[in-house]
């Protein structure tokens, strides 16, 4: 039974692969979702043999993801953006956690509950969860760190590199683990790096426009 459903949910996301294949075809510009909705349409003839193997290597890939049975199943996801900003404005901004909710879409509120540890409360695919985390490594205008202490897991970085005097590259790697099935889908299509993309945007729209972060936490943390 496990195995029946491991692939039938494997030919789902395959199909969902194959519209982005189509997508691709007839688009330069990316949005996620069109992607889904195009995911829904037929296959054109010059299509049809590609997007057989797509469809293909996405059941098989994760049928077998469905069926690990031992240790968490880790998934990254690494995005950047470049910033209108001096690196120390950048930085600043990141900084102020409890800001977090005016550029991440699906966190609700971030309290600091002192120099190294918050706690998070976000909608995951359609479910409120809370966690702590703890701030593992902080360089001012260099890099933050962090990783869950409680709830699912997730740990990453976000460094900060200067590449002109009024410009900043600011990179963000996050590790985490989908727990449902709703998440390991949506994993598998891409929704939680899309979301990511999404909010170094709406960050860079915040500080941009700002012009200065809204405060600042200049401390350090542990150095590894």
């Given at each position: 039974m496990q195995t029946n459903f491991a692939t039938v949910a494997g030919l789902v996301v395959g199909a969902l692969l194959l519209g982005n294949r189509m997508r691709h075809r007839r688009h330069s510009d990316y949005d996620y979702e069109d992607e889904l909705?195009?995911?829904?349409?037929?296959?054109?003839?010059?299509?049809?043999?590609?997007?057989?193997?797509?469809?293909?290597?996405?059941?098989?890939?994760?049928?077998?993801?469905?069926?690990?049975?031992?240790?968490?199943?880790?998934?990254?996801?690494?995005?950047s953006i470049?910033?209108?900003v001096p690196v120390s404005t950048a930085y600043n901004q990141w900084t102020q956690f409890e800001e977090f909710p005016r550029f991440m879409a699906s966190v609700e509120q971030v309290r600091q509950i002192d120099d190294t540890h918050l706690h998070w409360r976000a909608n995951v695919a359609g479910k409120t969860k809370e966690w702590d985390a703890e701030i593992t490594e902080q360089i001012?205008?260099?890099?933050?760190?962090?990783?869950?202490?409680?709830?699912?897991?997730?740990?990453?970085?976000?460094?900060?590199?200067k590449i002109g005097e009024?410009?900043?590259?600011?990179?963000?790697?996050?590790?985490?683990?989908?727990?449902?099935?709703?998440?390991?889908?949506?994993?598998m299509v891409g929704g939680v790096k899309f979301t990511a993309k999404g909010n170094l945007q709406r960050f860079r729209e915040l500080v941009e426009s700002r012009g200065a972060g809204s405060g600042a936490w200049r401390g350090t943390g542990p150095q590894h």
């Open positions: 909705q195009e995911a829904r349409h037929g296959v054109s003839p010059d299509t049809a043999m590609a997007g057989l193997v797509v469809l293909a290597a996405g059941g098989v890939y994760l049928s077998k993801f469905l069926r690990q049975s031992g240790g968490m199943a880790i998934s990254t996801v690494e995005e470049e910033l209108d001012p205008d260099k890099r933050i760190a962090w990783r869950s202490t409680s709830g699912p897991y997730n740990a990453g970085v976000v460094t900060f590199h009024n410009r900043t590259r600011v990179m963000l790697q996050m590790d985490y683990e989908p727990q449902t099935w709703t998440e390991k889908v949506g994993d």
